[in-house]
């Protein structure tokens, strides 16, 4: 079973991807890592960030690896690369 999401880009993948936001169908249960690699694959330039980037699922930090995660209609992900200073 699929759900679609609202994925939010901020800052390096904001600009990696040409978006700020987009919907996706996700299964609806995955681990943050396999969420990772879709995103991926719907954006390959997202490896310039994969080692540092971070995800947030309704507005929690989640990291990327092996946590299981189950989606619902109308969640929104979080794209979050590190951020530089200045």
Do not use: C, N
Request: glycine share 6%; charged share 20%.
């Amino acid at each position: 079973m699929t759900t679609e999401v609202l994925v939010l880009y901020f800052a390096k993948s904001a600009e990696l991807t040409g978006l700020k936001s987009e919907t996706v169908s996700f299964q609806s249960q995955l681990t943050t890592l396999q969420l990772w690699q879709d995103l991926e694959k719907r954006h390959p330039k997202l490896s310039a960030v994969r080692e540092h980037v971070v995800l947030a699922l309704r507005q929690e930090y989640v990291a990327v690896g092996d946590q299981q995660v189950i989606l619902q209609e109308g969640d929104e992900v979080a794209v979050i690369p590190p951020l530089s200073g200045g």
